[in-house]
């Protein structure tokens, strides 16, 4: 099955030996027999069977050969992040990160001894100089949050792999209908499940994927984590995941025609989407990428605050990647917790307005775009 809609419709999908159903049953057992089978199953182990359909098919969309599903992004960021590292190792991280994994990074590396290091760039090379005997892994985002900036995955993964370093990037704005890092060399490939794999803003969910090798490595720490997913959720983001493609495709076209209605008007003063022909990053990303995102973010002029609540179809919201389209103040939200002061070095304004574009009919977004501009 190479073929993306089918992938999501298929693959990792259980089979109901009982009564013969099409969809996956729902297995809400935590206590599971230990002598008569060959795997012993319990949820924080992460194997159970709607567990492992979820992952199975989120898997298979990311060209992986094995992951792991957790309970929220951060769960999966954090126990990636302290399976790889130990006290004496140094890390990699690009600066423009979404303000959750940036925060953690600040506030959790020194308490265990670990050294890090932001690169302000999305140039490849300018990793390279911060590369010290001692560094293990190389972390990215791209299209990052809220920025929308792209970093050649190809050349960064190669330069990496030559010093048997290994790269991990944050999957979550791209998707894996629009972007398999994987196919670019990257080893690990993490996704807030909460936004587009779930899509439907109801919910909190995280994965993991690599190779089965690094997947074990990893599994030895979520095990002691503890940050599995129930079965009831499992079975809701496989069924969500079912119309995967088709949401994103959608939200692809009405994105792009988004940041064209805005790249023109006199009171948004930048718009950042890689779908823009003079967006920095726009020829890597059509190289790299199948599709240019659902999210966008642009400058207004004016209050940005007064502008939302002028809003009448699109609703201000924290989260992203749902079927409704949602916008939100990155320097009231998701990077809050960064100073002011490094929010301005990595280009966050207090002006700056995230959108995440729904499915809904295109030219009704831009009419209540149009029509809040007016108001204010």
């Not at 935590?30 to 924080?44: G, L």
Request: aromatic share 8%.
């Amino acid at each position: 099955m190479n073929s993306k809609k089918t992938q999501c419709i298929h693959s990792g999908t259980l089979k109901d030996d009982v009564h013969q159903g099409t969809v996956s049953p729902i297995y809400t057992s935590t206590a599971y027999d230990y002598v008569n089978v060959d795997i012993n199953a319990y949820p924080r182990y992460f194997n159970t069977p709607n567990q492992q359909a979820v992952k199975n098919k989120i898997s298979a969309l990311e060209n992986a050969e094995d992951g792991l599903v957790f309970s929220s992004g951060m769960a999966a960021i954090t126990t990636v992040l302290f399976s790889l590292l130990k006290k004496g190792d140094h890390a990699i991280f690009q600066n423009d990160l979404y303000g959750g994994t940036h925060y953690t990074i600040t506030t959790q590396m020194e308490r265990f001894g670990i050294e890090y290091t932001f690169v302000d760039s999305m140039d490849w090379k300018d990793y390279e100089p911060a590369i010290k005997a001692s560094t293990k892994l190389i972390y990215v985002e791209t299209p990052s949050n809220p920025l929308l900036k792209i970093i050649d995955l190809k050349a960064l993964t190669n330069m990496a792999r030559s010093k048997k370093i290994i790269t991990l990037i944050d999957n979550t704005f791209a998707s894996p209908i629009n972007q398999n890092p994987i196919d670019q060399g990257v080893d690990i490939v993490m996704h807030s499940g909460t936004k587009y794999l779930g899509g439907h803003s109801d919910i909190c969910c995280g994965a993991a994927l690599a190779s089965r090798s690094l997947v074990e490595g990893i599994w030895d720490s979520a095990i002691k984590m503890g940050g599995s997913l129930d079965a009831q959720s499992c079975y809701l983001l496989e069924r969500s995941l079912k119309t995967l493609a088709l949401r994103v495709n959608q939200q692809n076209q009405n994105a792009q025609q988004i940041s064209e209605f805005l790249s023109g008007h006199e009171k948004i003063s930048n718009v950042y989407y890689p779908g823009l022909t003079n967006h920095p990053g726009h020829d890597i990303a059509k190289a790299q990428m199948s599709g240019f995102g659902g999210m966008l973010s642009f400058e207004i002029r004016t209050d940005p605050n007064a502008f939302v609540k002028k809003l009448e179809l699109i609703k201000s919201a924290m989260s992203l990647g749902g079927v409704e389209s949602t916008i939100t103040c990155p320097a009231q939200t998701s990077h809050s917790k960064i100073s002011a002061e490094e929010r301005l070095k990595v280009g966050i304004s207090d002006g700056l307005l995230r959108v995440s574009a729904g499915i809904e009919d295109t030219d009704d977004l831009i009419a209540d775009l149009e029509q809040a501009l007016t108001m204010i």
